[in-house]
C-alpha cells in the first residue's frame, strides 16, 4: 500500500527557511519520481519542484528556482524540500505525491499525501 506522509512545515517569518520531508512507504524511490505541489487559499494546486528516479533529475518551478532544492535519501525512502529565503507569497499547503514522472509533470500524479501548512508571516 503506497502512502507519503508530510512533515516539517509550521510558521516562519520572511526569510526564513524550513525543510519538509515526504516519507515514503510501500514503493521504492528507485522506480517512482517524487513531486512537491503547493496549494494557497483560494488557488489552484501547482506543481513546486520533482525529482526523478532513474537519475535523480530535478525540476523547479520559476518562483522557487533559486531557492528550494528537493533531495532524495533513497536509504530512508524519504524526499526532502529544502526551503530557503521564504516569501509570504509561498504560504500554502505544501503536498508531495508520487507516481511515473509523466504524471508528475503533467501535474496528475495518483498517489498524494495528507499535506503540511506552511505559513510565511511577521
Known amino acids: 500500500q503506497v502512502q507519503l506522509v508530510e512533515s516539517g512545515g509550521g510558521l516562519v517569518q520572511p526569510g526564513g527557511s524550513l525543510r519538509l520531508s515526504c516519507a515514503a512507504s510501500?514503493?521504492?524511490?528507485?522506480?517512482?519520481?517524487i513531486g512537491w505541489f503547493s496549494q494557497a487559499p483560494g488557488k489552484e494546486r501547482e506543481g513546486v519542484s520533482c525529482?526523478?528516479?532513474?537519475?535523480?533529475?530535478?525540476y523547479y518551478a520559476d518562483s522557487v528556482k533559486g531557492r528550494f532544492t528537493i533531495s532524495r535519501d533513497n536509504a530512508k525512502n524519504t524526499v526532502y524540500l529544502q526551503m530557503n529565503s521564504l516569501k509570504p507569497e509561498d504560504t500554502a499547503v505544501y503536498y508531495c505525491?508520487?507516481?511515473?514522472?509523466?504524471?508528475?509533470?503533467?501535474?496528475?500524479?495518483?498517489?498524494w499525501g495528507q499535506g503540511t501548512q506552511v505559513t510565511v508571516s511577521s
Open positions: 525529482i526523478s528516479p532513474s537519475d535523480g533529475s530535478t
Open positions: 505525491a508520487t507516481d511515473y514522472i509523466g504524471a508528475i509533470v503533467a501535474g496528475a500524479p495518483r498517489y
Open positions: 510501500g514503493f521504492t524511490l528507485d522506480y517512482y519520481a
